[in-house]
Nanobody, 114 residues
């Protein structure tokens, strides 16, 4: 069973930065496409960034130019660097495969507020 453990969230002021990490218990190389998702209160979970095993990335329009996703296939980690954070980025962030997902981790809370 592959387990996903997200970390790095916290409280940050608007304009600040956070770096989220996802540790995968098994090999992520078998997952062609890995992504970061988020779920704000009262809203559906949405995909904000994804990266293929070859490094091709894709971003939700609202985070383009501010978020950067990366993956280390050798270390089985996926990272999301978030800059210029806005209050509307407040959500619980999760990593998972894109396409067929596996069991979700507990997520990490990101709160952007002054």
């Amino acid at each position: 069973q592959v387990l996903l453990v997200e970390s790095g969230g916290g409280l940050v002021q608007p304009g600040g930065s956070l770096r989220l990490s996802c540790a995968v218990s098994g090999s992520i190389f078998r997952f062609n496409n890995m992504g970061w998702y988020r779920q704000a209160p009262g809203k559906q979970r949405e995909l904000v960034a994804s990266i293929t095993k070859n490094g091709y990335t894709n971003y939700k329009d609202s985070v383009k130019g501010r978020f950067t996703i990366s993956r280390d296939n050798a270390k089985n980690t996926v990272t999301l660097q978030m800059n210029l954070l806005k209050p509307e980025d407040t959500a619980v962030y999760y990593c998972n495969s894109v396409g067929p997902t596996i069991d979700w981790g507990q997520g990490t809370q990101v709160t952007v507020s002054s």
